[in-house]
Nanobody, 114 residues
């Protein structure tokens, strides 16, 4: 059974930093494309960052480039999202998922106040 469990969401002030973690079981994150998605109230869910098998190729949406970093730890079977210089518009529920969207975590809330 595949499980993805996110953690690390919090309420922070603009300019702050957070690290989101995604713990996987029943699924080898290092062998699959993994992504972080987010959904703000009243908005569609969007893919934020992706990491491809092997961990050397990453892709980001323009609004987070230079501020967010996705990484993985194959030994721990974890995927991370390092978020710096947070902005109020980053406020959303953040989800860890496989890139093909077959597997999703339950989400972790990030709230950024100005």
């Amino acid at each position: 059974q595949v499980q993805l469990v996110e953690s690390g969401g919090d309420s922070v002030q603009a300019g702050g930093s957070l690290r989101l973690s995604c713990a996987a079981s029943g699924y080898r994150t290092s062998r699959n494309c993994m992504g972080w998605f987010r959904q703000a109230p009243g908005k569609e869910r969007e893919g934020v960052a992706f990491i491809y098998p092997g961990g050397t190729t990453t892709v980001y949406i323009d609004s987070v480039k230079g501020r967010f970093t996705i990484s993985q730890d194959s030994a721990k079977n974890m995927v991370y999202l390092w978020m710096n210089s947070l902005k109020p518009e980053d406020t959303a529920m953040y989800y860890c998922a496989s890139c093909d969207k077959a597997w999703w975590g339950q989400g972790t809330q990030v709230t950024v106040s100005s």
